[in-house]
């Protein structure tokens, strides 16, 4: 399965993105989709995943703020994201993970990563 982030771009403070995953290959619908950030210097992290069951989970740190859906039609996993922070700054990634609900909040619990999508937020 190949993915393909993509909504990335520059914003300002408060303002609002939707960040989109297509999948191509297989149904997304049958994996738990992660998305993960990596600011410069710091460690790549959990933001928010989506169950192939339609469970959801958010980070504090963008709760309140930030969504996850699926679109099955479409074959995405979306990430909407409202009242942005220069803090929210930084490249956002999708991932795949056939393993346990559990592992969503964990990069090694996913497989299958896209590009990278670009997101800066400017105060």
């Known amino acids: 399965v190949q993915l393909q982030a993509s909504g990335g771009g520059l914003v300002q403070a408060g303002g609002s993105l939707r960040l989109s995953c297509a999948a191509s290959?297989?149904?997304?619908?049958?994996?738990?989709v992660g998305w993960f950030r990596q600011a410069p210097g710091k460690e790549r992290e959990f933001v928010a995943a989506f169950s192939w069951s339609g469970s959801t989970d958010v980070a504090d740190v963008v709760k309140g703020r930030f969504t996850i859906s699926r679109d099955n039609a479409k074959n995405t996993v979306n990430l909407q994201m409202n009242s942005l922070k220069p803090e929210d700054t930084a490249i956002y990634y999708c991932?795949?993970?056939?393993?346990?609900?559990?592992?969503?909040?964990?990069?090694?619990?996913?497989?299958?990563w896209g590009q990278g999508t670009l997101v800066t937020v400017s105060s």
């Open positions: 290959g297989r149904p997304i619908n049958r994996y738990t």
């Open positions: 991932a795949l993970s056939s393993s346990v609900w559990s592992t969503r909040g964990h990069v090694e619990g996913y497989k299958s």
